[in-house]
T-cell receptor
C-alpha cells in the first residue's frame, strides 16, 4: 500500500514569493493534516482538512492557507514568504478524524532566501 | 492548553543497554497518545497509539506504557539501528489537533 506522498521534496524561494506544497494521502484516508517543523523545534500543527473542509488551524497567520480536493489530496499555500518560514513541512493523513492514527509523508524542505 | 514534555532531550546508550524515554502530558481530555520515530530529514514513522491508562503496546525491542500523567517508551537491548528521535504526541477531545513534544534524540553506540 502506498504511503503519504509529498511534492516537491525541496523548494527554494525568495522573500515575498509564494510557495505551493502538495500532498496525496493514503488511499481511503479522508483527513489530511499539515505541520511545520522548523530546525530544532517540534512539530507545530498548521491545518486539518476533512472531507474537503478546513476543520481546524493552528496559531499561524492567514498567509498560511490550503485546500483539499475531491480526491482528498491537499495543497498548502504560503504567501508573502518570510525567512522564518524555512522549515520541513510535513503532511499526514488518517482514516477519519483527529483520534485516528496519523501517518506522515516524507516532507517538503522549504528554504526561503 | 495541552502540553507535552519529553525527557531526556538526548540519550546515548551502548548497544544492548536498556533504558526508558519519558513523555509527560497535560490535557483536559485525552483521546489518544501517540509515539513516532523520526530519522533525520524524514517524516515521522508511526509506532504506537495508547488510549487509556494501564494500556501497553509492544513492537520488537520497544514497549510503550501509559498512565494518567505520562507515558514511557521502554527500549530493551537496543541496536544501532534504533538510533533516531522519538516523538510523543497527544490528541485532545476538546481542540481537535495533535500536540507534539520536542522529542528525545536517541543514539545507540555499537
Amino acid at each position: 500500500e502506498a504511503g503519504v506522498t509529498q511534492s516537491p521534496t525541496h523548494l527554494i524561494k525568495t522573500r515575498g514569493q509564494q510557495a505551493t506544497l502538495r500532498c496525496s494521502p493514503i488511499s481511503g484516508h479522508t483527513s489530511v493534516y499539515w505541520y511545520q517543523q522548523a530546525l530544532g523545534l517540534g512539530l507545530q500543527f498548521l491545518l486539518w482538512y476533512d472531507e474537503g473542509e478546513e476543520r481546524n488551524r493552528g496559531n499561524f497567520p492567514p498567509r498560511f492557507s490550503g485546500r483539499q480536493f475531491p480526491n482528498y489530496s491537499s495543497e498548502l499555500n504560503v504567501n508573502a514568504l518570510e525567512l522564518e518560514d524555512s522549515a520541513l513541512y510535513l503532511c499526514a493523513s488518517s482514516l477519519d478524524g483527529i483520534q485516528e492514527t496519523q501517518y506522515f509523508g516524507p516532507g517538503t524542505r522549504l528554504l526561503v532566501l | 492548553e495541552d502540553q507535552v514534555t519529553q525527557s531526556p532531550e538526548a540519550l546515548r546508550l551502548q548497544e544492548g543497554e536498556s533504558s526508558s524515554l519519558n513523555c509527560s502530558y497535560t490535557v483536559s481530555g485525552l483521546r489518544g497518545l501517540f509515539w513516532y520515530r523520526q530519522d533525520p530529514g524524514k517524516g515521522p514513522e508511526f509506532l504506537f497509539t495508547l488510549y487509556s491508562a494501564g494500556e501497553e503496546k509492544e513492537k520488537e525491542r520497544l514497549k510503550a506504557t501509559l498512565t494518567k500523567k505520562e507515558s514511557f517508551l521502554h527500549i530493551t537491548a537496543p541496536k544501532p539501528e534504533d538510533s533516531a528521535t522519538y516523538l510523543c504526541a497527544v490528541a485532545n477531545f476538546g481542540n481537535e489537533k495533535l500536540t507534539f513534544g520536542t522529542g528525545t534524540r536517541l543514539t545507540i553506540i555499537p
